[in-house]
């Protein structure tokens, strides 16, 4: 996998925790920031497709039926 350097300044007690967090999996500060990162970028695409999705379907008037949404509230509510 191609890599590129990234230089960003977070405040000085995330450094300190990362660092902790780093000695205590083993792991290096580099990798953990770099897993986080991309965590944090592949959950913010999702919701933003999700969220694209939706309008494009709410814009069609793609809405659940009234049995839909009471199935889907008696689900969640108990």
Known sequence: METAILSLRVPQEVKEQLSKLAKATHRSQSFLGSDAIRRYVELESWQI???????TEADRNEFASDDEFNAIVKKYAG
């Open 49 to 55: 497709a999700e969220i694209q999705q939706a309008i």
